[in-house]
């Protein structure tokens, strides 16, 4: 408790400078984006529809190619691997995502279904197989006779529990959960939260969990990042973040989920910037435009990624914002 | 009293199958008044959405079955009506908001199109005239640049601008009515937040009633006066919201309001979460439905079903309410 010995664990995934964009509609969906996930954490990932966080998990399961940047996964960069390799970390890495019923087969029993990624990377034989489905089954809380149903038999909570029971089943070390609750009732959420929650704490699995829901990252995360139209705003632990949120859009994100709504912002300047094209310029503050305390230099000068220096308390890790409002406060304390 | 906006009396929707009816909606009752807001809870596969349906005479004729003993509007029965006498009222007294917006738009004609028809439907009038209300009822919603937005097709909007465009299309006739059936679900909580501000302002103008269905709570508490909770077909409990927040009286509601995750400063306690899941219509359980999953339950809530006053202004069908 009161040896406040840095963080010795390597991380388990980091991604450096990762940049990604879509050539075709012309939109930058990844800007330079860096963080990296401790062994047996959680980070939250946060931002509104069209912050780039489903690019983010595609591109880490190398689904999608970046244009540059790194992804290394226990220290190797998925990217220099070849196609025996990457097989090799798939294995370790997995992702559920937002729709249950649109990611299992509706011509495969869950059985199969469940059956599937044992067969794809050989793990074990049919017996073994067997009975490791059984087991996982137990595992997210369901009963046996679910194996021989198909989806449309079950509720969207038991589906999303197939889908989590999938992803374990070849014990990966990275659980990518791309917003897994949204779709779900918050009485079926509440379950799936608490079901990820026992997992962590049996597995020791680490999860990136994607959510624009804030309330569920506090319930899950250790660590939040915020992402805004590719990048990421800041980045800190989730005590930190939401105890005193320092960038001002964390703080606009925070106040909507007090429920208040802020009632000047007019229609279009939130909704017509679907993300960023190709064409603009990143010699800005990319949420200038929305910013409440825009200065100046937020219209010239893209603003850097400060660390947050603390003087009297021991962060629980490091605290990045990328505001020009933290620069001064930053180089006052060094 | 004559003055609620909406009235429902006595509603029951069953579908016939080969095993017999399965009852979805099992005679339920509410009202509301002009100028306020409902709010309709309860997990999915509660009936909600089929309470909707049947309220505006559109669910299938075959297969399923509907009984009201009235279902008025501004004190106007519409449960017997026929098609084109319906069709008439649709839109202009009462109006839905559908869930998924993509979906409940045509794809093949434009923003503006699609509103000034429905205007045009119930009220006629000049192309020019048409127009300028269909504008109008953009603008109304919050949409500064309205003629860019009447041009585009629905997909050429994001989720949150096809939902504001439904409003608009909802809007434009002032109806009595609007159901808003998981209107802002599918949506992220900043759209959520502007699109539940723009229909409250909507609302404080043409002093409509609206009645919300969602299974989310916290956005009920924000933006209703009253809530019905409703579990398997059954009103369960029916009170004000400020009261449902600070002492739900039926286990149901207080299951549901823990399982809300909360944004606080310091790590929040574990969520917890209802036990089991909602049964199928199929085989519901005897008594109170939710006896099988509920905390409080006793042998008397497996025999019989728990009275619910229709009447009064909370209502509890309970037999071990938390007080």
């Known amino acids: 408790m009161s040896t406040p010995t840095p963080p010795t664990k390597p991380p388990l995934l980091e991604v450096r400078n990762l940049s990604l964009s879509f050539h075709q509609q012309e939109q930058v969906a990844i800007d330079r984006v860096s963080f990296s996930i401790t062994a047996g954490s959680t980070l939250g990932l946060v931002g509104a529809s069209g912050a780039g966080k489903s690019s983010i998990a595609r591109a880490i399961m190398r689904l999608i190619k970046p244009d540059s940047g790194e992804i290394l996964f226990k220290g190797k960069n998925i990217f220099m691997m070849n196609s025996q390799q990457m097989m090799a970390t798939r294995q370790r890495m997995q992702l559920v995502f937002q729709e249950p019923f649109t990611s299992l087969s509706p011509r495969r029993t869950i059985e199969q279904s469940l059956l599937e990624p044992l067969q794809h990377f050989a793990i074990g034989d049919t017996n073994s197989r067997q009975e490791k489905t059984r087991q996982i089954i137990q595992t997210v809380g369901l009963d046996h006779d679910v194996l021989r149903r198909y989806p ?4 969207s909570g038991q589906q999303q529990r197939i889908a989590i029971a999938r992803a374990l089943i070849t014990s990966p070390d990275l659980l990518i959960a791309d917003e897994a609750v ?5 009485s079926i959420q509440a379950q799936i939260i608490q079901l990820i929650q026992s997992l962590q704490e049996e597995l020791g699995i680490t999860l990136l969990f994607i959510s624009h829901d804030l309330a569920v990252i506090r319930q899950i995360a250790n660590d939040v990042a915020v992402m805004y139209q590719g990048q990421l705003l800041e980045q800190s632990p989730a005590d930190t973040f939401f105890s005193k949120p320092n960038h001002p859009y964390s703080k606009t994100l925070l106040s909507f989920t007090n429920n208040k709504a802020p009632t000047s912002l007019p229609v279009e300047n939130w909704r017509l910037d679907r993300g960023r094209t190709t064409a603009e310029t990143t010699s800005n503050c990319v949420f200038a435009r929305s910013c409440q305390v825009k200065m100046p230099i937020c219209d010239q000068l893209e603003p850097a990624s400060h660390q947050i220096q603390y003087r009297n308390q021991h962060p629980l890790g490091p605290h990045y914002v990328k505001c020009h409002l933290y620069e001064e406060v930053n180089t006052n304390d060094t | 009293m004559s003055c609620h906006a909406l009235k429902v009396n006595d509603l029951s929707v069953w579908f016939e199958t080969d095993s017999g009816r399965r009852q979805v909606v099992d005679h339920i009752s509410f009202s509301i008044n002009a100028g306020e807001s409902t709010g309709l809870v309860g997990e999915s596969g509660c009936g909600k959405t089929m309470t909707a349906l049947a309220i505006l005479g559109l669910l299938p004729t075959s297969g399923v079955g509907v009984s009201a003993a009235s279902i008025e509007i501004n004190g106007k029965d519409i449960s017997s009506l026929n098609a084109a006498q319906r069709r008439a009222v649709l839109g202009r007294d009462i109006a839905m908001i559908f869930q998924q917006p993509g979906t409940a738009l045509d794809p093949v004609f434009t923003i503006g199109h699609q509103i000034s028809a429905v205007y ?3 009220f006629g009038g000049s192309k020019k005239h048409l127009w300028q209300i269909m504008l109008d009822s953009l603008e109304a919603v919050g949409f500064s640049r309205a003629e860019k937005i009447a041009s585009a097709y629905p997909h050429q909007l994001s989720g949150g601008m096809r939902q504001l465009a439904m409003i608009a299309m909802a809007t434009v006739c002032n109806p009595v009515v609007i159901i808003a059936d998981e209107s802002t679900t599918a949506l992220d909580n900043s759209t959520k937040s502007l ?36 579990y398997c077909g059954r009103l369960l409990e029916r009170t004000d919201c400020q009261s449902l927040y600070s002492h739900a009286q039926h286990p149901y509601s207080a299951g549901l309001l823990s399982c809300i995750p909360q944004v606080s400063a310091n790590r929040p306690p574990r969520i917890s979460a209802i036990p089991g899941q909602v049964p199928s219509a199929t085989d519901l359980p005897s008594g109170c439905h939710f006896a099988p999953r509920c905390i409080r339950v006793k042998p008397q809530c497996q025999q019989s079903v728990p009275h619910f006053d229709s009447e009064d202004d909370r209502a509890v069908a309970c037999f071990r309410p938390l007080s």
Request: aromatic residues 0%; positive net charge.
């Open chain 1, 152 to 155: 449309h038999q079950l509720s």
């Open chain 2, 120 to 122: 045009r439907r119930h």
């Open chain 1, 182 to 186: 949204a779709s779900l009732d918050v």
């Open chain 2, 195 to 230: 699109i539940l501000k723009q229909l409250e302002r909507l609302q404080l103008q043409h002093k409509t009633a609206i009645l919300l269905i969602s299974h989310d709570l916290a956005m009920v508490r924000q933006s209703c006066r009253n809530v019905l909770v409703m």
